[in-house]
DNA sequence: CTGAAAGCGCTAACAA
DNA sequence: TTGTTAGCGCTTTCAG
């Protein structure tokens, strides 16, 4: 829903705006008036007025206010069963009238738990842009731990001055669990976090045949889903760009298509494989790759969606007309999926869900750290855009 | 670059992969076997074998290797400058023996300070796909905090319950400093935060003329470059389609488009304004809503990239040809204006710097309080890709 | 069911 | 320059 606003009643707004307005290569750093406001004064006198309590409460305020001891709201805050309804009472209404909220470092000194669950990003700095994959297992995981008290820290771990700065970080117990979102077949990480004992959850299998929880789309039933569609619809000279064989995705990506195209009698299009990196120039390369050693296909699987980006783009080059000569259907189901030119038809797999369900294991971990590693894989979806 | 290796050569590693294919719509969470590997047994007796020390080193420990006081440990750690040549020595050999790490909690009780920041995310759940923007900030706040050891903690705030949770967070004292990325003028947020006395930083501008340091793309500079461009071009009937006014994004672009209009001598193309929401369908809507008023518009200025889109859409629609009939330039620079079709020409904004800005800045105030109220202003750029 | 007391690991006076 | 001594705010036995 947008506003129907006329034109024109925007100029009130406009008197607050600073005429700054840098147009070489470096920021220009105004400063405008002083940013503390009229708040009470800073130094150590009491003026007459309101003072501002400088501290926060403790639980030896509440516990003076309610009555009883320092242990008992302890009870009462962390929910202990063993408190008079009146001690309760009393204690509940305290905490309420000062505001009181725990000291999350006093406890952790105490616990051993920190409250605070890592994400480890894993990515190379020159994917780092177009990659909505991250932000949708973030805003996932950020979802599932708004149910929790949980807080979610951010770990870079590129290179190896950050690798090894993330892993000192949590193999000295400053989080709960970690959860790792690593693009690329490097495992050290993984690894490494598992010999420090915290709690992991990866998004995809680890290829290493290590048992390590972990969530993923069901990457070889989506390729499935691919061939079939192509396949119901008429190609019957299928080929794929698959990802790099170091990721599972990659792997499981072009397992699906060889196990759909061989069952479906069709062996030699198993065979019909170029091995792209999951960016769009790589995709283009192999899809002339393609073209040049198997002229006749009229199908393409790109198993990622910039892939298949680039196959649209070298099939044109190519002169072949899509989907008229040639088909594409590509993975992941991204904004760029719907813009394409023309639309590109793909395999949808749900990100946020993934990061949900990752922090879900991860919980469950924490919980019984002795419970048998468990995997989930979600589903995915043909999103058919264009007639392929 | 990808990897040209021939296919059939992923046969090997597939010997891993579980053949678990969920196809309907709930996960299928397979269990297989046991997760924590054949480590040192967890219960009380301590076995023959080596035992893993259970418990991180702490001051105390290096102390006592390094045969000084945990003052002098602690007077090492923090780069005190008293502290005899042998001394140092001696204990960072211990550190370094027994891979001593300060525990962050033990600290941050006694230091009231927390090494740790919090980006608060105020954002409508319905934006939530389809938006580089909150990526590409994360990516640069990132960046510049790996430079420190500030931790980088994410805070949702969408919603009354999640808000309070954010506002008791930073109000006690959890977090050193905010970084609040407001997509919409709500501005509770902000007042509330800065009432609390906590270093802030936001993404944008405060409409309500409060000081606050904020970092911001020159978005008053980048219309003007879309509206002379547009001009440079040939065009002479132009009209745009602005964000919501209450926000300074909506309101500077507005307000740049309108001032490049009039200082060019076309004040009625300054008036030729509509108000859209930043979603594509908005874009469409408004675009509609121009074409009818101003039949012979020959430009839309779309202050956004998927009105961008939008407008696109509503011109296709309408008839008309992009570029030849109508020229559109968007604002916004993402992977989707490369892949429009008609290619857009789009105002760039650097959104990673934008995030590196806003640390920067934070950390200054962190420094000192008291400084006077910054700005940056991050200039703009104009991205052909069409001969609009 | 409740309170007293003992720290968790660290920093920051204050003495020496 | 160094060590000693108090705590920071909280949880958690252990008595009562």
Same mark, same amino acid.
């Given at each position: 829903?947008?506003?129907?606003?006329?034109?024109?009643?925007?100029?009130?707004?406009?008197?607050?705006?600073?005429?700054?307005?840098?147009?070489? !290569?470096?920021?220009?750093?105004?400063?405008?008036?002083?940013?503390?406001?009229?708040?009470?004064?800073?130094?150590?006198?009491?003026?007459?007025?309101?003072?501002?309590?400088?501290?926060?409460?403790?639980?030896?305020?509440?516990?003076?206010?309610?009555?009883?001891?320092?242990?008992?709201?302890?009870?009462?805050?962390?929910?202990?069963?063993?408190?008079?309804?009146?001690?309760?009472?009393?204690?509940?209404?305290?905490?309420?009238?000062?505001? *009181?909220?725990?000291?999350?470092?006093?406890?952790?000194?105490?616990?051993?738990?920190?409250?605070?669950?890592?994400?480890?990003?894993?990515?190379?700095?020159?994917?780092?842009?177009?990659?909505?994959?991250?932000?949708?297992?973030?805003?996932?995981?950020?979802?599932?731990?708004?149910?929790?008290?949980?807080?979610?820290?951010?770990?870079?771990?590129?290179?190896?001055?950050?690798?090894?700065?993330?892993?000192?970080?949590?193999?000295?117990?400053?989080?709960?669990?970690?959860?790792?979102?690593?693009?690329?077949?490097?495992?050290?990480?993984?690894?490494?976090?598992?010999?420090?004992?915290?709690?992991?959850?990866?998004?995809?299998?680890?290829?290493?045949?290590?048992?390590?929880?972990?969530?993923?789309?069901?990457?070889?039933?989506?390729?499935?889903?691919?061939?079939?569609?192509?396949?119901?619809?008429?190609?019957?000279?299928?080929?794929?760009?698959?990802?790099?064989?170091?990721?599972?995705?990659?792997?499981?990506?072009?397992?699906? *298509?060889?196990?759909?195209?061989?069952?479906?009698?069709?062996?030699?299009?198993?065979?019909?494989?170029?091995?792209?990196?999951?960016?769009?120039?790589?995709?283009?390369?192999?899809?002339?790759?393609?073209?040049?050693?198997?002229?006749?296909?009229?199908?393409?699987?790109? !198993?990622?969606?910039?892939?298949?980006?680039?196959?649209?783009?070298?099939?044109?080059?190519?002169?072949?007309?899509?989907?008229?000569?040639?088909?594409?259907?590509?993975?992941?189901?991204?904004?760029?999926?719907? *813009?394409?030119?023309?639309?590109?038809?793909?395999?949808?797999?749900?990100?946020?869900?993934?990061?949900?369900?990752?922090?879900?294991?991860?919980?469950?971990?924490?919980?019984?750290?002795?419970?048998?590693?468990?995997?989930?894989?979600?589903?995915?979806?043909?999103?058919?855009?264009?007639?392929?």
């Amino acid at each position: 829903m947008d506003s129907l606003k006329g034109e024109g009643s925007a100029e009130e707004t406009l008197a607050a705006g600073s005429a700054t307005g840098a147009a070489g !290569a470096s920021p220009a750093t105004g400063t405008t008036a002083a940013a503390r406001g009229a708040g009470p004064a800073d130094g150590a006198g009491d003026p007459a007025g309101v003072s501002l309590p400088r501290r926060a409460p403790t639980l030896e305020a509440v516990a003076e206010l309610a009555g009883v001891s320092r242990a008992t709201v302890s009870r009462v805050v962390n929910g202990s069963l063993k408190v008079s309804p009146e001690a309760h009472a009393a204690v509940t209404a305290a905490i309420a009238q000062l505001g *009181y909220v725990p000291n999350r470092a006093a406890r952790s000194l105490v616990t051993r738990r920190t409250d605070t669950i890592v994400l480890i990003v894993h990515e190379r700095p020159d994917t780092v842009f177009s990659d909505p994959f991250f932000a949708n297992v973030l805003r996932g995981v950020d979802e599932a731990l708004s149910a929790t008290d949980l807080q979610l820290v951010l770990l870079q771990a590129q290179g190896e001055v950050k690798r090894d700065r993330a892993l000192r970080y949590v193999g000295n117990g400053h989080a709960d669990g970690v959860l790792l979102i690593s693009l690329h077949g490097d495992d050290v990480l993984p690894k490494a976090i598992r010999a420090s004992g915290v709690p992991l959850v990866m998004a995809g299998r680890l290829l290493t045949g290590q048992f390590v929880d972990y969530v993923d789309a069901d990457n070889v039933g989506g390729a499935r889903q691919a061939v079939e569609h192509l396949l119901g619809t008429g190609r019957r000279r299928l080929a794929t760009v698959a990802g790099p064989l170091d990721m599972s995705v990659g792997v499981d990506r072009l397992r699906g *298509y060889r196990e759909a195209t061989t069952e479906a009698g069709d062996p030699a299009a198993a065979g019909r494989v170029a091995v792209g990196d999951f960016t769009e120039a790589g995709g283009q390369r192999q899809t002339a790759r393609l073209l040049a050693k198997y002229p006749d296909i009229d199908a393409v699987f790109a !198993a990622s969606d910039l892939m298949a980006l680039g196959a649209l783009r070298a099939l044109r080059e190519a002169g072949r007309r899509v989907p008229d000569d040639v088909a594409v259907v590509g993975f992941d189901d991204t904004a760029l999926a719907a *813009y394409a030119d023309p639309p590109l038809t793909t395999i949808r797999q749900q990100v946020e869900r993934m990061g949900q369900e990752m922090v879900r294991l991860l919980l469950a971990r924490i919980a019984d750290p002795d419970r048998e590693a468990a995997e989930v894989i979600l589903p995915t979806e043909l999103v058919v855009r264009a007639s392929a």
